[in-house]
């Protein structure tokens, strides 16, 4: 049988990425010796879809010029080029399908982990990947009893890892452009210049 690879899955909106998002993926390849992590942009999420949010290509650029100097970091279209609502659990299933010889470490924020039962088919989800949690905004106490809960509940696998605290988010990097307020060192520099020259968030 092929060798497991262990790779990471970063999804998300990334309207912008940010470095809580790289240094959660990097804490995640270096804890678990990950073999790459896949940056996956989605398309419009379900819970997000009332709000307004950046195309798909801008947000995909912004990805690849963020992790371009990392060769352990790989960007993927697979959400953003299926069409119609995307749920977790169905893409899980459809790589694992594709590539049978992944083990698949789907990393999180704090908040995703919180909510992860109001997830499309979060047993499903348990089944086909482990899970790697980061906090955010200290949530130390409830990461532990969710991660308790989801085990026993699920079966789930749940790494909480240690990575720094980063308290930056993509709608805190939005309004600061849109309040003419430097983000620089909170988005790498050619993602930052990507905004200026598109006029982003404004
Ligand atoms: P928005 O403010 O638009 O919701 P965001 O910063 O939360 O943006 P997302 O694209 O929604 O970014 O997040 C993708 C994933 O990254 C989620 O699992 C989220 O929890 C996680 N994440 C984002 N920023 C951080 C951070 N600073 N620390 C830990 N996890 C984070
Ligand atoms: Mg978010």
């Known amino acids: 049988m092929d060798k497991m690879n262990k790779i ?7 309207d912008p990425i940010h470095i809580g998002h790289l240094i959660m993926a ?3 390849l270096s804890e678990l010796q990950l073999d790459k992590i896949i940056f996956m942009p989605s398309g419009k999420p379900p819970h997000k879809s009332s709000k307004s949010i950046s195309e798909s290509d801008i947000r995909s650029d912004m990805v690849k010029l963020a992790i371009d100097n990392n060769e352990k970091f790989v ?17 899980l299933e459809l790589i694992k399908n594709q590539y049978t010889n992944l083990d698949i470490y ?15 088919e979060p047993a499903k989800i348990f089944q086909l990947c482990k899970m790697v949690v980061v906090d955010r905004d200290n ?4 990461i532990i ?13 749940i790494y909480y890892i240690k990575a720094p ?3 930056i988010s993509s709608t805190y990097i939005r309004n600061c452009v849109a309040n003419k307020k430097s983000v620089k ?3 790498p520099d050619s993602v930052n210049e990507y905004i200026t020259t598109h006029q982003l968030y404004q």
């Open 106 to 120: 789907f990393i999180v924020g704090a908040d995703s982990i919180l909510d992860i039962e109001k997830w499309h």
């Open 165 to 167: 605290l980063v308290c």
């Open 139 to 142: 949530c130390n106490d409830k």
């Open 75 to 91: 960007y993927s279209d697979f959400e953003l080029k299926r069409e119609g609502i995307i749920y977790t659990s169905d893409t």
């Open 145 to 157: 009893a969710m991660k308790e809960h989801l085990s026993l509940k699920y079966n789930a696998q």
């Open 26 to 28: 990097e804490s995640a």
């Open 8 to 14: 990471g899955i970063m999804g998300g909106t990334f």
């Open 185 to 187: 060192y909170l988005i």
